[in-house]
């Protein structure tokens, strides 16, 4: 009899290997295609010329290992709240959506730089904030997505580091301090019990 509950792991694991599969192919595509357009980029710390650059043959190895370590704690965190919920379909659905956000976000940023959108690229820690109090950007998905949304013009080194940075703003603002906010509104916003005086 097969088991039930080795089932979502086992389509869970085949997922893993066809997402990391899929970063693979593109990842060394890219880098091969750079190698035969002029070379393959480097990119400074900081974008600042005088710091150590970090060559994007790196993304080679890095970005298919840190694919399936972000899936494996995706799949972890699933399972664990999958016996929490009556519904665990629809933590599938907020695991897409958050990972589409991130990889939006991380295209933004990518596309403002290459093209001087300073605006928007001057409010991006304002909009990091917002994001943090409406959705957990420290959860694995968001970061994976967000990586590879910036991975063509930074490569993913350095948007890792960058978005690590965030996470644990990230935690600190959804866990702690947008409880509060939510009380608050929740105090301010409650009607009062109007009880008939005797």
């Not at 907020?94 to 990518?110: D, E, N, P, R, S």
């Amino acid at each position: 009899m097969i088991n039930q509950e080795a089932l979502p792991r086992q389509n869970m694991t085949k997922m893993k290997i066809l997402i990391t599969g899929v970063v693979t192919v593109f990842i060394f595509g890219f880098l091969f295609w750079e190698h035969f357009h002029g070379g393959v980029a480097s990119h400074h710390i900081l974008q600042q010329q005088n710091l150590p650059a970090i060559s994007n043959w790196w993304n080679g190895l890095f970005l298919p290992v840190l694919t399936w370590f972000l899936l494996s704690r995706t799949e972890k965190r699933l399972g664990k709240q999958s016996s929490e919920v009556h519904q665990p379909n629809n933590l599938h659905g907020k695991v897409i959506k958050l990972f589409v956000t991130g990889l939006v976000l991380g295209v933004l940023i990518a596309t403002s730089f290459t093209n001087g959108y300073s605006l928007f690229l001057d409010n991006v820690p304002y909009i990091i904030l917002v994001l943090s109090l409406i959705i957990p950007i420290y959860y694995s998905e968001f970061i994976l997505g967000f990586i590879l949304g910036m991975t063509y013009t930074f490569g993913a080194i350095l948007p890792t580091v960058f978005i690590l940075v965030l996470a644990a703003i990230g935690i600190i603002t959804y866990r702690f301090i947008r409880p509060l906010i939510l009380k608050l509104i929740m105090k301010f916003t409650a009607k009062p019990d109007k009880s008939p005086n005797h």
